[in-house]
C-alpha cells in the first residue's frame, strides 16, 4: 500500500534534492515524503514550507510529529541531520517529541521568578527586597533563558561580578536569594536540578559594631532637615529602633495615637510575632504633623509602588551634611546601645527590638513588657531631644570596645 498523508490520499515519495526543493512552490496542502532519511517529511502551504519528523512511539501504536523548522531557513542538510538525530532517539526507545513537549514547559527564569515572587514570597517580609534584587541582579541577565540551562558556572560569574563592582554583600544576598527561587522550585517539582549546589557565598559576613555617639546622634539630626521628605522616617528609625523594612511600611491603621501604640502585624515581622512598639512622645508629635495622602505612613512618591522603599539618595545626603559616615542600620543599633547606656535592662531591650528568644523559658513566659518597652523608649527619646536642644544630657558613659 502506497504512503498516505493524514488524509488517506497518497503521499508522494521523492529523494529530495536541492534543485527539487528550489522548484517547489507553496499553494495546495501536500506532504513529501524523504526517500533518503527515514521520517523526515516537507509539507507545503500556500503560506510556505515546514520540515517534520514522523515516527511511531516505542511501544506504541501512535505516531507522532515533530515539527523541525521551516524551508529555506532550514536547509535539506540541516532538516536530514535533525531528522536522523531525532531517529537514533526513537530507535534506542525514546520518544523524542514527549521530551519536547516536556522542556516546553520548563519556564523561563523570569517566569519562575514571577511565580515565586507570587506564590511563595508573596506573605514574606522580604518579598519587596527580593523583587528588587530579582529585578536589579538577576533579569538582566537571564531572564529570557529556560530556568534549567542556568548552570553553576553562570551563577558563580554573576557573583564574581557583583563582588567585582565592590559589593561583595550584595553577592551573599544573591546567592542566597538565587538558592531560594531554585530550592522552591525543586520543592514544585518545576525543576530537576538547582546551579546552586555546594556553592559557599563569596564574602565573610561581618558582624557590625558601629553605633552613633552623641555628637553624632546631633549632628545627623541636624542633617536631617536637608532631607524634608525622608527626615521624618530616619528620625521614627532611630527613636522607636526598630527595622527600617517596617518603618518603611508602616500603614496609619496600625497607629493608635490616642494610646501611642503601634502594632506591627506578624506578616511584617523577622520572628513572624506581633509586635507592639510603644510610641514616645517625640514620635507621637512626629506622626501628628505628617500629612495624611495614602494608607501609608511613608508613600512611595513612584505611582507603582505602595510605600517608600529606596532611601539611598536622602542617605547619602544626610551624610555628606553631617560629615557621618553611617550604615541605615546603624540607627537601630545607637537605639539599643543607648537604652543601654541608660541603665535599661538587655531583656526589655530585646523586647523593644522584638529580637527572637529561643529558650525554654520563652515559651511559658508570656509578659508582653508594654510598660517596660514604653519606660525605655521615653528614657531614650527624652535623651535624644536633651542632645537636639543642646542641653546637659547626665549619661552613664559607655567606652566602644
Known sequence: MPPTTDGGKPMPRVKMTTMWLSHLKPGYNAEYSDTETQGLRLRVWSSGFSWCFVYRVPGSRSVRRVTL?????????????????????????????????????????????AEYLEKHAIHKRTRDEDERIINRELLPRWGSTRADK????????????????????????????????????????????????????????????????????????????SVPKSGALFKLLLLTGQRRGEVCAMRWDEIDLGNALWTIPPEKTKNGVRHVVP????????????????????PSPRLRCDHVE?????????????????????????????????????????????HA?????????????????????????????????????SIIPFPRS
Not at 73 to 102: F, H, Y
Not at 319 to 345: K, N, P, S
Not at 363 to 384: D, F, N, S, T
Open 150 to 225: 542556568i548552570t553553576r558556572r553562570e551563577v558563580i560569574a554573576l557573583l564574581d561580578a557583583i563582588v567585582g563592582r565592590g559589593a561583595p554583600i550584595m553577592a551573599n544576598r544573591t546567592l542566597a536569594l538565587v538558592r531560594k527561587v531554585f530550592n522552591w522550585a525543586l520543592s514544585r517539582d518545576i525543576l530537576e536540578a538547582t546551579p546552586c549546589l555546594r556553592l559557599k557565598a563569596p564574602a565573610p559576613e561581618k558582624t557590625r559594631d558601629r553605633w552613633l555617639d552623641d555628637q553624632e546622634i546631633r549632628a545627623v539630626w541636624e542633617a536631617l532637615e
Open 279 to 298: 510610641l514616645s512622645p517625640p514620635v507621637v508629635e512626629i506622626l501628628e504633623g505628617m500629612p495624611r495622602k495614602s494608607d501609608w505612613v511613608f
Open 357 to 393: 528568644d529561643p529558650s525554654v523559658t520563652a515559651i511559658y513566659e508570656r509578659h508582653a513588657y508594654e510598660q517596660e518597652k514604653r519606660r525605655a523608649l521615653e528614657k531614650w527619646a527624652a535623651h535624644v531631644m536633651r542632645l537636639v536642644n543642646r542641653e546637659t544630657a
Open 69 to 113: 523548522g521551516t524551508y529555506p531557513e532550514m536547509s535539506l542538510a540541516d532538516a536530514r541531520k535533525a531528522a536522523r538525530e531525532l531517529r537514533t532517539k526513537v530507535d534506542k526507545g525514546n520518544d523524542p517529541g514527549a521530551e519536547i513537549q516536556e522542556r516546553k514547559k520548563i519556564p523561563t527564569f523570569a517566569e519562575l521568578c
Open 310 to 354: 529606596n532611601l539611598g539618595k536622602a542617605h547619602q545626603r544626610v551624610q555628606e551634611v553631617a560629615g557621618v559616615r553611617f550604615h541605615i542600620h546603624d540607627l537601630r543599633r545607637t537605639a539599643a546601645t543607648g537604652m543601654a547606656r541608660l541603665g535599661v535592662d538587655r531583656v526589655v531591650i530585646a523586647k523593644v527590638l522584638n
